[in-house]
């Protein structure tokens, strides 16, 4: 059979042109949008007297036939028929024989396509809002058992101040609820419809746009044809969502992939999310996580290659544009992977609080604290900070630690000092005195705790509610 759209060609399509320019192979993936983008359409262009009823109903029921063919596996994806829209339709029209050609009326492929990934997309946003919610869940839960587990707080990954484990993990807590409310923000500039915008300039069918997004869960209509067709600000948003989202996932990932090592032993990851080695029997990989740090680098790619392409198009579409989606997609499989085992992952992590504990009695992370112990005594701070750094280097030569020093010796640098210190030096105190909103204070991470639970209790709220919707 000749192609659907041959009629003012006089040769056939060269077969290497054919396989360079057909993207059957990964827009595939969108078959079950591009038919329920098509049953919509159909339903409209019969309820606008645009084709007959019977029509119609031969139609929608040819669909749902090409539907079941491709859901059991069966349909032979052709790449001569160049895209998933093609390929439906000529399925149809294999189906219900030239009738299926009627389907076409009032679209292109050009508002077609755009429909299918809006419909993809707002689907996979939703999905993904519920596995970072997941994701929140299990650091939560580790947050709360981790309450009075003190660990180093590093600056230049280099031993700064005590702080709760808790409230470490409560960073990424914040982290991952900033990228969910992108997500959210991202769905309302998702759920517009192109349909009905046609090549570029709309139809001169009577269709009923308006009708079409309210079968479709659309909020609302694209404004102008030209826009309609041509806009990929939806993809590259959601790629630039998901970059954060896998730059956050990657910092994550380093920290663990350094906790879990020997020299720091702050954490051991469960064995089923770890490797071993071909030729060193004792080893233990945190594969996982180095992996999902690795293809932070193809999400990136994927936003900067759809940004490149589209920096210089011309209004409206271009066949450019068909690089839009295999980054899309690609960038869809990723994100998803990772945050599918992501969960997991932190929920099993097993915490070594002696050895957090160890290292915090093993360095000079309390410093600050005698600085605002002196000043609290009236000194200025400069100053006060030119002892401690004193103390510090007397410390180091005598290789002793700030609780190792007697009274004597704090009071050879200062006659402020007085056994107090050593209340003030201890690790709860430090951690403790620091009970400001934000804070590491125990009261403190407490209560964020239980922010971040009302919140993801709501995000949870709004995701039963969209997935629905996005069905």
Same mark, same amino acid.
């Given at each position: 059979?000749?192609?659907?759209?041959?009629?003012?060609?006089?040769?056939?399509?060269?077969?290497?042109?054919?396989?360079?320019?057909?993207?059957?192979?990964?827009?595939?993936? $969108?078959?079950?949008?591009?038919?329920?983008?098509?049953?919509?359409?159909? %339903?409209?262009?019969? *309820?606008?007297?645009?084709?007959?009823?019977?029509?119609?109903?031969?139609?929608?029921?040819?669909?749902?036939?090409?539907?079941?063919?491709?859901?059991?596996?069966?349909? @032979?994806?052709?790449?001569?028929?160049?895209?998933?829209?093609?390929?439906?339709? #000529?399925?149809?029209?294999? @189906?219900?024989?030239?009738?299926?050609?009627?389907?076409?009326?009032?679209?292109?492929?050009?508002?077609?396509?755009?429909?299918?990934?809006?419909?993809?997309?707002?689907?996979?946003?939703?999905?993904?809002?519920?596995?970072?919610? *997941?994701?929140?869940?299990? $650091? &939560?839960?580790?947050?709360?058992?981790?309450?009075?587990?003190?660990?180093?707080?590093?600056?230049?990954?280099?031993?700064?101040?005590?702080?709760?484990?808790?409230?470490? $993990?409560?960073?990424?807590?914040?982290?991952?609820?900033?990228?969910? @409310?992108?997500?959210?923000?991202?769905?309302?500039?998702?759920?517009? &419809?192109?349909?009905?915008?046609?090549?570029?300039?709309?139809?001169?069918?009577?269709?009923?746009?308006?009708?079409?997004?309210?079968?479709?869960?659309?909020?609302?209509?694209?404004?102008?044809?030209?826009?309609?067709?041509?806009?990929?600000?939806?993809?590259? @948003?959601?790629?630039?969502?998901?970059?954060?989202?896998?730059?956050?996932?990657?910092?994550?990932?380093?920290?663990?992939?350094?906790?879990?090592?020997?020299?720091?032993?702050?954490?051991?990851?469960?064995?089923?999310?770890?490797?071993?080695?071909?030729?060193?029997?004792?080893?233990?990989?945190?594969?996982?996580?180095?992996?999902?740090?690795?293809?932070?680098?193809?999400?990136?790619?994927?936003?900067?290659?759809?940004?490149?392409? &589209?920096?210089? &198009?011309?209004?409206?579409?271009?066949?450019?544009?068909?690089?839009? #989606?295999?980054?899309?997609?690609?960038?869809?499989? %990723?994100?998803?992977?990772?945050?599918?085992?992501?969960?997991?992952? /932190?929920? %099993?992590?097993?915490?070594?609080?002696?050895?957090?504990?160890?290292?915090?009695?093993?360095?000079?992370?309390?410093?600050?604290?005698?600085?605002?112990?002196?000043?609290?005594?009236?000194?200025?701070?400069?100053?006060?900070?030119?002892?401690?750094?004193?103390?510090?280097?007397?410390?180091?030569?005598?290789?002793?630690?700030?609780?190792?020093?007697?009274?004597?010796?704090?009071?050879?640098?200062?006659?402020?000092?007085?056994?107090?210190?050593?209340?003030?030096?201890?690790?709860?105190?430090?951690?403790?005195?620091?009970? /400001?909103?934000?804070?590491?204070?125990?009261?403190?991470?407490?209560?964020?705790?239980?922010?971040?639970?009302?919140?993801?209790?709501?995000?949870?709220?709004?995701?039963?509610?969209?997935?629905? #919707?996005?069905?």
């Amino acid at each position: 059979m000749s192609k659907l759209w041959g009629g003012r060609f006089t040769k056939k399509t060269d077969q290497l042109v054919e396989e360079y320019t057909a993207s059957i192979m990964f827009d595939k993936e $969108l078959a079950e949008e591009d038919i329920q983008g098509s049953l919509a359409h159909v %339903t409209m262009l019969g *309820k606008c007297g645009i084709l007959p009823v019977e029509d119609v109903e031969k139609i929608k029921d040819g669909l749902q036939k090409v539907q079941n063919i491709i859901r059991r596996g069966e349909m @032979e994806f052709s790449i001569s028929d160049e895209d998933i829209h093609m390929n439906i339709e #000529k399925a149809l029209i294999d @189906e219900i024989g030239p009738i299926g050609g009627k389907l076409h009326t009032g679209r292109s492929r050009n508002d077609q396509v755009a429909t299918d990934m809006h419909l993809f997309l707002r689907k996979r946003v939703v999905e993904f809002v519920g596995l970072l919610v *997941k994701l929140q869940e299990a $650091l &939560l839960e580790q947050a709360k058992n981790n309450l009075d587990t003190i660990v180093p707080g590093y600056t230049h990954l280099q031993r700064a101040q005590p702080i709760l484990f808790a409230h470490h $993990l409560m960073a990424y807590v914040s982290m991952f609820q900033r990228d969910i @409310e992108r997500l959210q923000d991202s769905y309302k500039r998702i759920n517009v &419809l192109p349909l009905g915008a046609g090549a570029l300039a709309g139809t001169t069918f009577a269709i009923d746009r308006h009708f079409v997004a309210e079968q479709l869960g659309f909020d609302r209509v694209y404004e102008n044809s030209l826009d309609a067709v041509s806009d990929r600000d939806f993809i590259i @948003e959601f790629l630039s969502n998901a970059s954060m989202i896998m730059m956050h996932l990657s910092r994550m990932c380093e920290e663990m992939v350094l906790w879990s090592s020997t020299e720091f032993a702050f954490i051991e990851l469960d064995d089923a999310f770890c490797t071993g080695s071909s030729i060193m029997p004792q080893k233990k990989n945190p594969d996982v996580a180095e992996l999902v740090r690795g293809k932070t680098g193809r999400v990136y790619g994927n936003l900067f290659g759809l940004m490149t392409v &589209l920096k210089a &198009l011309p209004l409206a579409y271009n066949k450019d544009m068909q690089e839009d #989606k295999e980054g899309m997609l690609d960038t869809v499989k %990723t994100l998803q992977g990772a945050l599918q085992l992501f969960a997991p992952m /932190v929920a %099993t992590m097993q915490v070594n609080r002696e050895r957090m504990r160890q290292a915090v009695n093993q360095d000079f992370s309390n410093a600050t604290d005698i600085a605002d112990y002196l000043v609290n005594q009236g000194l200025p701070f400069r100053q006060a900070h030119e002892i401690i750094g004193k103390i510090v280097l007397h410390c180091i030569q005598n290789k002793k630690y700030l609780l190792d020093l007697t009274i004597e010796e704090y009071r050879g640098f200062s006659g402020l000092f007085d056994d107090r210190i050593f209340a003030v030096l201890q690790p709860e105190h430090v951690v403790n005195a620091r009970n /400001v909103y934000g804070g590491t204070a125990t009261n403190q991470v407490t209560e964020a705790i239980g922010r971040a639970e009302q919140a993801v209790g709501e995000v949870t709220a709004w995701y039963n509610v969209f997935i629905v #919707k996005s069905k």
